[in-house]
């Protein structure tokens, strides 16, 4: 439902004590203008994340680093974002998400600053590590804004875009920041993240209120659940089949995501012979790929899901098979010796994998009641987050080792592709959102 008058998440009717909750419009331009505005976040998030791999070359070269030292940093940065995903809950129990938000918005902003002064391996991985933890609830709260304004059977496409501001960050963001370490250095590079975290900041508190979908309604100044479902035992909702799968195929998928950002500049430019601007502006090839196929497929299955479609369908099969095909195409990736087709090989199977994103997210979202879509998706986020931990450092262990830079890209590549064929294969076989969500609230 996104037109009409909503009270609470409901429709328009009178209190307990017989008078009328203060009610507010949803209108579809109201909802997807607050969906912007976590978008413009999620923008920022991943232009965060993106910048050590635009940075990495410059770096490696200022401070004498290998590449192992470097994917090291990328890894680490994980391991901190994997226990702030745990924090998603706690913080949505106890801060609203505008303010929960804006916190973590304003932490990106000066984080990465210490090192413009003086920069050293120990300072740039205790930065990273910072904006690790800091960003690690946030993208579950950024679901949990984008959620509230959309019923479950129409956040394909919100999720899609959502997901797709990594691709919009490397689309628009990653030539300009390229362009700023090659004329200006590296350190005005993170000066100018800083500057664009301050201009989300001001868009956030002069915008953004919280929807009705999963939101904490205010009512006579006491908070009170949107939702009049019972909570459920959160051992049903992350133990059950379709959660357990879902989140092994999603690390997997995490993990390419993870060696893109860290790497993909560096292997475009040691591996493929590209120039330091060509490499930057290339990073944007997988995300438009991404960016197209998750909008595409977003729209195709929220339709479907509207017409009547099993979540398992729309939800499950789509993105498995986006991820066979990203994994077939992977797995061949050291047999290419064009330049050229290497690039479009990495950004077909790039793309055809981030399908993954919002359509799985929008399956686990399913699973739960309103209330602990937060919790739950800080959960599954942080388990995602695993992929993280080891596929950058493994990726720059592996290069380190190789015969050139070309194999040991490729390589790391073609492991994560039969690594995905393996896990897309598991969760047809396991997971069905539609018979786990009854499960699990059967026993509410």
């Not at 004329?183 to 201009?199: N, P, Q, T």
Request: some cysteine; aromatic content about 10%; proline content about 5%.
């Amino acid at each position: 439902m996104t037109t009409g008058e909503i009270v609470n998440g409901r429709s328009d009717t009178p209190d307990a004590a017989g008078t009328k909750a203060s009610a507010f419009k949803v209108t579809a331009g109201r909802a997807w203008g607050m969906t912007g505005l976590v978008i413009f976040l999620y923008v920022v998030n991943y232009a965060d994340k993106a910048v050590l791999g635009i940075i990495a070359k410059p770096l490696k070269e200022d401070l004498g680093l290998t590449s192992s030292q470097i994917g090291l940093v990328g890894s680490l940065f994980f391991v901190t974002f994997t226990i702030g995903g745990f924090l998603a809950g706690p913080l949505n129990k106890y801060l609203t998400l505008r303010w929960a938000l804006l916190a973590l918005g304003l932490i990106w902003s000066v984080v990465m600053l210490p090192l413009v002064v003086s920069a050293s391996l120990g300072l740039l991985i205790v930065c990273r590590m910072l904006l690790g933890l800091a960003e690690g609830p946030s993208s579950a709260l950024m679901h949990a804004a984008t959620y509230s304004w959309h019923p479950p059977a129409k956040r394909g496409l919100p999720g899609a875009f959502l997901a797709g501001s990594a691709s919009v960050a490397k689309i628009a963001l990653a030539p300009v920041l390229t362009y700023i370490t090659v004329e200006y250095g590296w350190k005005m590079a993170l000066i100018a993240l800083s500057v664009l975290g301050g201009v989300w900041v001001l868009s956030w508190l002069s915008g953004w209120k919280e929807g009705p979908y999963t939101a904490k309604v205010v009512k006579g100044g006491d908070a009170a659940s949107a939702s009049t479902e019972p909570s459920v035992p959160w051992t049903k909702i992350f133990l059950n089949r379709t959660f357990a799968s879902c989140a092994l195929l999603i690390i997997v998928v995490y993990a390419l995501t993870t060696v893109v950002l860290t790497w993909l500049p560096s292997y475009f430019q040691d591996g493929l012979g590209y120039s330091q601007l060509q490499a930057g502006s290339m990073f944007a090839f997988p995300s438009i790929v991404g960016l197209f196929l998750m909008i595409v497929s977003g729209s195709v299955t929220d339709r479907l899901a509207g017409k009547g479609t099993s979540s398992r369908v729309v939800r499950i099969i789509v993105p498995c098979v986006g991820v066979l095909i990203c994994g077939a195409v992977l797995v061949f990736l050291p047999y290419i010796g064009t330049p050229a087709l290497a690039v479009a090989a990495v950004s077909i199977g790039y793309g055809f994998g981030a399908i993954v994103f919002p359509l799985i997210n929008a399956a686990i979202s399913e699973l739960c009641p309103p209330q602990q879509t937060a919790g739950t998706m800080g959960v599954f986020l942080a388990l995602m987050a695993i992929g993280g931990l080891v596929a950058p450092y493994a990726t720059g262990v592996i290069v380190d080792n190789a015969a050139t830079p070309a194999e040991g890209y490729a390589t790391a590549f073609q492991v994560i592709g039969v690594l995905g064929v393996i896990a897309a294969v598991l969760v047809l076989a396991l997971a069905n959102p539609d018979r786990d969500r009854k499960l699990i609230r059967s026993e509410a």
